[in-house]
């Protein structure tokens, strides 16, 4: 499942990896052992967040065809760095410090808030680098939708001494998206799908995730006939 963030490896960031192994950096390559990566939402997003880093660890590696194409881009790629390509495994080392250390404009603990420091090889940190950024905005979007659910039924309960049971359903076009707001909504305290739906229920959605377009008037009819045409065909496209 956590393969999924494998493909967010760039190209670029496997030529640049290969070109620190190989120890002939482009005057543009900054590779560095270190990422700093700041903690928005307190102890909770943090013990969320390291528990997906543990799945990653286990899961990453670079992808073959990705590999293949930077060899094809540039040829001076050896044969036994192609090996320590994918051979490459992300195994960090994480420390927590206070993100005002790092960044002046946040307040310091109690109040500020945290990061992790995680440190690696050079080129490992590279090829890492998007798939983090990718698992962090998946987790902070995540993240704040369960935490705004939660706050509903805490309203709820100081408004009306009862609330509503909210449970994630997840939808079926992403297994790595779905795990990851499971795994927020779990965190708050709420039902997941798996545990709340009946036995032999559909436990997911197979619907694509909506997008609403609106206008404002005065309307063009032949506008949105026109965006409507677009959506069907793209919706046939990927059936």
Same mark, same amino acid.
């Given at each position: 499942? #956590?393969?999924?963030?494998?493909?967010? $490896?760039?190209?670029?960031?496997?030529?640049? /990896?290969?070109? %620190?192994?190989?120890?002939?950096?482009?005057?543009?390559?900054?590779?560095?052992?270190?990422?700093?990566?700041?903690?928005?939402?307190?102890?909770?997003?943090?013990?969320? #967040?390291?528990?997906?880093?543990?799945?990653?660890?286990?899961?990453?590696?670079?992808? *073959?065809?990705?590999?293949?194409?930077?060899?094809?881009?540039?040829?001076?790629?050896?044969?036994?760095?192609?090996?320590?390509?994918? &051979?490459?495994?992300? *195994?960090?080392?994480?420390?927590?410090?206070?993100?005002?250390?790092? %960044?002046?404009?946040?307040? &310091?603990?109690?109040?500020?808030? *945290? /990061?992790?420091?995680?440190?690696?090889?050079?080129?490992?940190?590279?090829?890492?680098?998007?798939?983090?950024?990718?698992?962090?905005?998946?987790?902070?979007?995540?993240?704040?939708?369960?935490? %705004?659910?939660?706050?509903?039924?805490?309203?709820?309960?100081? $408004?009306?001494?009862?609330?509503?049971?909210?449970?994630?359903?997840?939808?079926?076009?992403?297994?790595?998206?779905? $795990? !990851?707001?499971?795994?927020?909504?779990?965190?708050?305290?709420?039902?997941?799908?798996?545990?709340? $739906?009946?036995?032999?229920?559909?436990?997911? %959605?197979?619907?694509?995730?909506?997008? *609403?377009?609106?206008?404002?008037?005065?309307?063009?009819?032949?506008? !949105?006939?026109?965006?409507?045409?677009?959506?069907?065909?793209?919706?046939?496209?990927?059936?």
């Amino acid at each position: 499942m #956590f393969t999924e963030l494998n493909a967010w $490896t760039p190209i670029q960031a496997i030529l640049a /990896a290969a070109r %620190d192994v190989e120890g002939r950096k482009f005057s543009e390559d900054r590779l560095e052992g270190q990422l700093i990566m700041p903690m928005p939402h307190g102890q909770l997003f943090e013990a969320v #967040f390291l528990r997906t880093i543990a799945w990653m660890v286990e899961s990453y590696r670079v992808p *073959n065809p990705k590999i293949a194409l930077a060899r094809a881009t540039d040829p001076a790629i050896t044969d036994e760095t192609e090996a320590g390509l994918r &051979a490459a495994r992300f *195994n960090p080392t994480i420390r927590r410090a206070p993100l005002a250390a790092f %960044d002046k404009s946040v307040a &310091a603990p109690p109040g500020g808030p *945290n /990061a992790f420091i995680i440190d690696d090889q050079p080129f490992v940190i590279e090829l890492v680098m998007a798939p983090l950024r990718c698992l962090m905005d998946i987790l902070t979007f995540s993240f704040e939708s369960a935490r %705004d659910a939660h706050d509903i039924g805490v309203i709820a309960r100081e $408004t009306t001494g009862g609330a509503p049971t909210i449970f994630h359903r997840p939808y079926a076009d992403s297994r790595l998206y779905a $795990t !990851l707001e499971a795994l927020c909504y779990y965190a708050h305290g709420l039902m997941i799908g798996p545990l709340e $739906t009946p036995e032999g229920a559909s436990q997911l %959605d197979i619907s694509y995730r909506a997008v *609403n377009v609106r206008s404002r008037p005065p309307v063009d009819a032949g506008l !949105l006939s026109l965006a409507r045409t677009s959506m069907e065909e793209m919706l046939h496209g990927l059936r």
